[in-house]
């Protein structure tokens, strides 16, 4: 956008020479911070003196803005006149020291600024990243008369995730308030709103009802994922940072239902490369370590807790690649191995099974005698399946719910196939389920939230064309009543249908898909298409819903295939196994295979086929180009790997443990013959066979996947002369998550879509 305009503050991007004027060199770096409306912005200049002519630039770090051209310096050794004439913005200051001490103008606006000297530097190699111009440049080429903007499907909803109170006493929702988003508290019976949560330079993240009094919510420091679990009370006062350790990631792994001033956590705190549980006071901070996880090269990756807290088993890696399952005697107090198994297999505890008389009976979700997940009754201290509750032939099993006021009667069990289905199994819920039939038809709907007594219920209603609508529903009244429209400008009958497919791979591997396909396509029109590999790879699968950016392609005229390649989750054991190694290779035949079906339907043309995917998607861009660069005329790479050597050395901390499971899943790049093929399907080094330009997009902070995946790609293909736009966000991680950097991002990649898909 040219000029920006955020937060009140209009940032105009120029081209400029910077002239001085009879200067004292004030080379550097200056950090100083605008209080504006109640935000603070961060303003970073950097500037730079050679023969005496300066030259400079300005950083908005929050809103992901950096090398934005100053056209005036000016300094007489005491006074600094900083500016960017476009935008009317002049800083005069007098130096003092190692600061600058003056006022920021702008527009008839004076605020006081003051810099300070810092050490500066940005991650990666900002002179790679292209200039704004260049990207507002690539956004107007999505030319043309359409129904809806990018805005349309990727402005937050004004309102959004609602919750109840355990006493069904109030409603809890976020709230956007221009760019920000806060939480807010209705008190349903008066219907007096507070704000709770103040969203101020980092966005919340989670938040929920600890009690009926307290919210906890959870942030990041732009995008890095070193989570803090922050508290507050409903009036919003009494906020606290409940873990205030720097470089420390900590987790929700259990509420405390009947110890309402408790949660269980899990913290990096001692080791960076361990979790271990904590109990926390969420009125007081106090930290009670639960168990100690003093192996890391055998750490233990999950912990059982029942209820009441209490630690009953937990799960340990072993020689990296194999599980253990230790069980907790109630009598003896140790923990005995249960089970042994390859990390692959699963045996989790869901629930204990807190109807029995018998303590040690729990709800296992295991495939250790299937190769589907199924759900089994399970004697713990015997160490055997007292009988099979659950199981599909085709399908994992997705999960279960229990009623905590019914005495923990199953509700339901759940699979996913081509949608998501829910089985009613209670009494309760099966008259529930038959009128939520009733009322909400040809849509799917879910139970998202209800108070302790079960008189509240939350529902949302979505489907392939519906965002999503919030429904309460009042079991005194039987009634439901509409809560929440979270996207009505999108109008479900100008939305695209998406199709379940299946097909078979070149080496006879049924597999299945979606394609979404424009009204052009349904009318027999043959329409561009866009890949969409998903992000993991393993134990993720696309699934069938709304999907904004399917969505947005198909508003266009492109239809977008996702295919659930070998190695996605949900289609049991083997199919999942039979990825391993492939990445790269097996695993993009049955993405091209999936373009070929889509192709040979009659459904896109295939001169016009584009790839675009993120994480492991945005590898899978890059490996399409590589391996097939007849089929797609360009691709679009979103914080994805260019080299597997480098991936793997860039592991966060807490990755470093499962490095051997890593390398089962991709390459052991300690074994020669592995290590060759490692390169092989590692794009960086196979530059000379990508012909077709590429977008890269990166979040600057991306613990997962390091800046210098994105950096080194870029720089490779620019080399050889490729066009590529480079859209780097410094304050975002693996992913965008801030809605005004999605709408540059998304803005732009339409923009380069289409100069090669019209």
Not at 379 to 390: A, E, G, P, V
Not at 496 to 512: C, N, Q, V
Request: net charge negative; hydrophobic share 35%.
């Amino acid at each position: 956008m040219n000029p920006i305009k955020k937060v009140g503050i209009a940032i105009a991007l120029t081209t400029a020479i910077l002239m001085g004027v009879n200067a004292q060199s004030v080379s550097g770096d200056w950090k100083g911070t605008l209080s504006v409306q109640g935000v603070s912005l961060d303003l970073i200049f950097h500037l730079a003196e050679e023969n005496g002519i300066y030259s400079g630039s300005m950083d908005v770090p929050m809103q992901g803005a950096t090398g934005i051209p100053v056209d005036k310096v000016e300094t007489d050794g005491k006074s600094v006149k900083l500016g960017i004439s476009v935008a009317q913005i002049v800083f005069n200051g007098t130096l003092q020291g190692d600061s600058i001490v003056g006022n920021y103008e702008q527009a008839g606006m004076t605020l006081p600024l003051t810099l300070k000297k810092i050490e500066s530097s940005l991650p990666g190699i900002a002179a790679l990243v292209s200039s704004e111009e260049e990207l507002q440049a690539l956004k107007l080429s999505d030319k043309g008369e359409y129904n809806y903007k990018v805005e349309d499907y990727f402005t937050k909803p004004k309102a959004s995730s609602f919750q109840l109170s355990p006493d069904g006493n109030y409603l809890s929702y976020i709230e956007k308030d221009g760019l920000k988003n806060h939480v807010y508290i209705k008190e349903i019976a008066t219907g007096k709103v507070t704000r709770a949560i103040e969203e101020k330079k980092e966005p919340v993240k989670g938040y929920g009802w600890v009690n009926d009094n307290r919210l906890i919510y959870v942030m990041d420091n732009g995008g890095n994922e070193n989570y803090h679990i922050y508290a507050v009370d409903i009036d919003g006062s009494n906020q606290m940072d409940l873990t205030p350790f720097e470089g420390v990631r900590a987790m929700i792994l259990n509420e405390l239902k009947d110890q309402k001033d408790y949660i269980i956590i899990s913290m990096n705190k001692d080791n960076r490369q361990v979790f271990e549980p904590y109990k926390l006071n969420v009125n007081t901070g106090a930290l009670e370590k639960l168990f100690e996880n003093d192996d890391p090269a055998n750490p233990i990756q999950g912990y059982d807790f029942d209820k009441d807290g209490n630690l009953r088993g937990y799960t340990r890696m072993v020689n990296g690649v194999e599980m253990e399952y230790y069980y907790k005697d109630l009598q003896t107090g140790k923990f005995n191995l249960l089970k042994k198994m390859k990390w692959y297999d699963t045996f989790t505890v869901l629930s204990f099974n807190y109807a029995s008389k018998d303590p040690d009976d729990a709800y296992v979700m295991t495939n250790l005698d299937s190769d589907k997940t199924e759900i089994v009754l399970y004697d713990l201290k015997q160490n055997k399946s007292i009988r099979k509750l659950f199981s599909n032939p085709d399908y994992d099993v997705a999960g279960m719910r229990l009623s905590r006021k019914r005495n923990y009667e199953i509700d339901y069990f759940a699979y996913e196939g081509e949608r998501y289905v829910i089985l009613p199994q209670s009494n309760f819920f099966r008259d529930f389920s038959k009128k939520m039939a009733a009322e909400f038809k040809d849509v799917e709907y879910y139970v998202t939230d209800f108070d302790d007594n079960e008189t509240r219920f939350l529902i949302v209603v979505q489907s392939d064309k519906v965002y999503g609508k919030y429904y309460e529903y009042d079991t005194r009244t039987g009634r439901f009543s509409l809560l929440y429209d979270l996207m009505p400008q999108l109008n479900p009958n100008d939305m695209a249908e998406m199709r379940p497919i299946s097909f078979k791979s070149r080496d006879g591997l049924t597999l299945h898909g979606y394609i979404t396909l424009p009204k052009a396509a349904l009318e027999g029109e043959k329409v561009p298409l866009v890949v969409n590999p998903h992000g993991g790879p393993q134990g993720i699968r696309d699934s069938w819903g709304f999907n904004p950016e399917a969505q947005l392609f198909a508003s266009r005229g492109y239809a977008t295939l996702q295919v659930n390649f070998r190695i996605s989750g949900g289609y049991g054991k083997e199919f999942l196994r039979a990825g391993f190694k492939q990445i790269g290779r097996k695993v993009m035949e049955d993405v091209e295979d999936g373009v070929k079906y889509v192709i040979d339907q009659g459904w896109v043309d295939p001169a016009k086929v584009a790839i675009y995917g993120g994480s492991h998607g945005g590898y899978a861009t890059l490996m399409g180009l590589v391996k097939s660069p007849d089929l797609y005329t360009c691709g679009v790479d979103y914080v994805g790997i260019s080299n597997i050597e480098t991936f793997f050395a860039s592991f966060p901390e807490y990755w470093k443990p499962l490095t051997d499971m890593a390398k089962e899943i991709w390459y052991d790049l300690d074994n020669p013959e592995e290590a060759k093929i490692a390169r092989e399907v590692s794009p960086i080094y196979q530059i000379d066979k990508i012909t077709r330009p590429v977008f890269v997009v990166q979040g600057a902070n991306d613990p997962r996947v390091n800046i210098n995946e994105s950096d080194q790609i870029v720089t490779a293909l620019r080399a050889k002369g490729l066009y590529v736009p480079y859209m780097v966000k410094y304050n975002e991680g693996h992913g965008f998550y801030r809605e005004e950097n999605r709408m540059d991002f998304y803005s732009a990649m339409m923009g380069f879509l289409a100069r090669y898909l019209k």
